[in-house]
């Protein structure tokens, strides 16, 4: 039996979330849907997340935008890892770098060479043979150019920081240009269909009634349709990742942007640090049960580079997840979906991760179960992988010096994650489960940087001599530093193709 194709879509809710659902659909669908957006300008967006990981830029091309036209509207920067502050042990300091580790001989990973020689005592941190931590760490950038597979210069992976608000408009236009209509107002009632509780229409305040075939639910935290209307209910993560609240304010630029983002552990989270053209993007994420607002604020205002540009915004959160993302013929996206704080960017990435997977899904009006059941599966996945890797962060800590870490250091974390520690722990090795988001290459610089060291390595490393061992780990590292010392300084890189006008 056929089922009358989709043709009337309506997106509830705009910022980032809304905003990118609708420049995809209307580059993907190429005219032939409705395509409506509700919003109101009466709403405010969370709207802190400002830096990414590298697949926004697989988005971005897709959509065939003009990256220095981008990175001009949204006053951004680029981005080549993240510097974790303080996680291990109060004056650490390591770096997730994007990209590739070294250079992997035969069917072993280089990590396990390095490996060999650290435990030999004959080579300190991991991050110099990485391309991405040598040049972020001396403040260098480019686009890769084509030199081939055996320079690592050919490889450089990078993300951006940017204006959430900006990177909005800038779809909005792109999106309305191909036809998304946008409509100012707020939600008033949704109308079920009383034979099977699907969503038939929408109700504003002004009293219109917009029907749809396809509702997607990119409201915010309230979830005014997967949750207000739908009631799917809501799996709460906060035993294994206790924030619950943030603080986020802009301050002026001190110096050159870095080319990464910056994460210090504090007392009771951590603080973000997210430089861009024309300002730099600051907040606290902390647990309430630990330390006051007011204390939080103090903190955060005590550390900041510049002088703050306004005061302190703060935001409440759970961390969690929607028990369905698609519920009916609702799909959640963004924060209407669930929350994960921002501590490895991930927030903008599961945005564009569901958009692109309810276009492969994209249903007709049968919705059928099959393929509801397969994305929901598809995005717990995703969630549930991301959620261990930042679970990581504040477990795997020897830090003992607050209540707060403590309970990190001594809670219950989910079984896959002990397994994964417990096998890197033994021999050094990681294995990559389906299509998880982040790869051996992440998951080694952070276990690394937590101090999970292993107690061995693999143990074909023993087949290259002692001799060869230390050749190739010195001819990896002289390659890196070569290949950074060539590459231009991050805001010389800018002023030359990308520089922002000064925002009005």
Not at 51 to 65: D, S, V
Not at 248 to 254: D, E, F, N, Q, Y
């Amino acid at each position: 039996m056929t089922h009358p194709a989709v043709k009337h879509i309506v997106i509830v809710g705009g910022g980032t979330a809304g905003w990118m659902t609708a420049a995809a659909m209307a580059k993907v669908l190429l005219g032939d849907f409705s395509i409506r957006l509700i919003e109101s300008d009466d709403i405010g967006t969370v709207g802190v997340g400002e830096a990414t990981i590298p697949q926004i830029r697989q988005f971005n091309q897709a959509l065939e935008i003009d990256e220095n036209d981008f990175v001009r509207q949204t006053q951004a920067t680029f981005k080549l890892g993240i510097q974790f502050v303080d996680w291990g042990r109060l004056g650490d300091s390591y770096m997730h770098g994007f990209g590739i580790l070294g250079r992997d001989r035969g069917l072993l990973s280089f990590h396990h060479y390095w490996l060999k020689a650290h435990l030999a005592g004959k080579v300190s941190a991991i991050g110099p043979y990485c391309l991405n931590v040598a040049a972020a760490l001396h403040g260098k950038f480019m686009r890769p150019p084509d030199l081939g597979a055996e320079s690592p210069l050919s490889s450089i992976a990078y993300a951006y920081h940017f204006d959430a608000g900006l990177y909005a408009r800038y779809l909005r236009r792109f999106a309305e240009a191909r036809g998304v209509r946008r409509t100012e107002g707020k939600v008033k009632e949704t109308v079920l269909r009383p034979a099977d509780g699907f969503i038939e229409a929408i109700v504003l305040d002004g009293g219109e009634k917009i029907p749809g075939d396809l509702f997607i639910d990119c409201s915010g935290f309230r979830g005014l349709l997967i949750e207000q209307a739908l009631h799917t209910g809501y799996e709460d993560w906060t035993h294994w990742l206790p924030c619950d609240r943030a603080l986020a304010v802009p301050c002026t630029s001190v110096g050159p942007p870095t080319p990464y983002t910056r994460s210090t552990a504090r007392e009771a989270g951590w603080q973000w640090r997210i430089p861009l053209q024309h300002r730099i993007g600051n907040g606290y994420v902390y647990s309430s049960a630990h330390i006051s607002d007011d204390e939080a604020s103090a903190r955060l205002l005590a550390n900041l580079d510049g002088a703050p540009l306004s005061d302190p915004r703060p935001l409440r959160f759970v961390t969690g997840r929607r028990r369905k993302f698609w519920n009916r013929n609702c799909v959640a996206i963004g924060l209407a979906a669930g929350f994960m704080e921002p501590l490895e960017s991930t927030s903008i990435h599961l945005i564009q991760s569901a958009v692109t997977m309810l276009l492969s899904f994209f249903p007709d009006q049968g919705f059928d179960p099959v393929m509801t059941d397969r994305f929901n599966e598809k995005s717990t996945m995703e969630w549930e992988r991301i959620r261990d890797f930042l679970i990581l962060h504040y477990h795997a800590t020897e830090r003992s010096d607050t209540t707060f870490w403590n309970d990190c250091r001594t809670m219950s974390v989910p079984r896959r994650l002990l397994d994964y520690m417990d096998l890197f722990r033994h021999s050094g090795r990681f294995y990559r489960e389906n299509e998880e988001l982040f790869t051996q290459t992440s998951w080694v610089q952070v276990m690394l940087g937590q101090r999970i060291t292993p107690r061995s390595y693999h143990p074909l490393v023993d087949l290259l001599s002692d001799a060869d061992l230390d050749a190739f780990i010195a001819n990896v590292r002289h390659i890196i530093e070569r290949c950074a010392d060539t590459m231009p300084p991050h805001e010389k890189f800018i002023a030359r193709y990308c520089a922002a006008n000064p925002p009005a």
